[in-house]
């Protein structure tokens, strides 16, 4: 167990829906991360936070935003969903930034588009 | 454009024998290089890393190989367990942080018992 908590673990929309994906850091983590791993895919990054401030873009979608709350939780919302959106999405976390710094990831929220 | 590449979707290595992930990367910027390690329905786990200012890094049964010329990083596991079977991924950044990790696509490691 990492001590990422990401919810849901599954979720099966609709086109054209929205919806929201949770992260809860390990305790006294500073930085969230948000990544999307699509079938046969590496993970690719799409978003850092750090204390509530973004820190880092990655290829997020202008469809896609995320904020970190000042409890450090973070959402992932997705909106104008797409069936090439059906992807696993991680959630990461860490407790500073620099060489040395591990980042632990939860078990990610498998996100299925119909 | 993959900057980081594993081109070997899949190994099977023999229990007790060494087992070899290669990784290659393009962006002279990365300069600070991680493997991770994911079991099926689970999140990956960071396992080791390196920076560029070395070019070995060890720690138990894992070494970590760099070479800056190449552009290439292996990971050596020694001896291979059973318990090492799983996906991993090589992932770099650069100016020395973990922000804005990027992943290869991963190596689905066998160990035959």
């Known amino acids: 167990d990492s001590g990422v908590t990401q919810t849901p673990k599954h979720l099966i929309t609709a086109t054209g829906q929205r919806v929201t994906l949770r992260c809860s850091p390990r305790?006294?983590?500073?930085?969230v991360y948000w990544y999307q791993q699509s079938l046969d895919q590496g993970l690719q990054f799409l978003i850092q936070y750090y204390n509530g401030e973004e820190r880092a873009k990655g290829n997020i979608l202008e469809r896609f935003s995320a904020q970190q709350f000042p409890d450090l939780h973070s959402e992932l919302n997705l909106s104008s969903l797409e069936l090439g959106d059906s992807a696993l999405y991680f959630c990461?976390?860490?407790?500073?930034?620099?060489?040395?710094?591990?980042?632990?990831f939860g078990e990610g929220s498998w996100l299925t588009v119909v | 454009d993959q900057q980081v590449k594993q081109n070997s979707p899949s190994l099977s290595v023999q229990e007790g024998r060494i087992s070899i992930l290669n990784c290659d990367y393009t962006n002279s910027m990365f300069d600070y290089f991680l493997w991770y390690k994911k079991y099926p329905a689970e999140g990956p786990t960071f396992l080791i890393s390196?920076?560029?200012?070395?070019d070995k890094n060890e720690d138990g049964r894992f070494t970590v190989f760099l070479n800056k010329s190449a552009k290439h990083l292996s990971l050596h596991i020694v001896p291979s367990q059973p318990g090492d079977s799983a996906v991993y991924f090589c992932a770099a950044s650069a100016n020395f942080g973990n922000e804005k990790l990027t992943f290869g696509t991963g190596t689905r490691l066998t160990i035959i018992p």
């Open positions: 390196i920076s560029s200012i070395k």
């Open positions: 305790s006294g983590d500073l930085s």
């Open positions: 990461a976390s860490s407790a500073y930034r620099g060489l040395g710094n591990t980042i632990y």
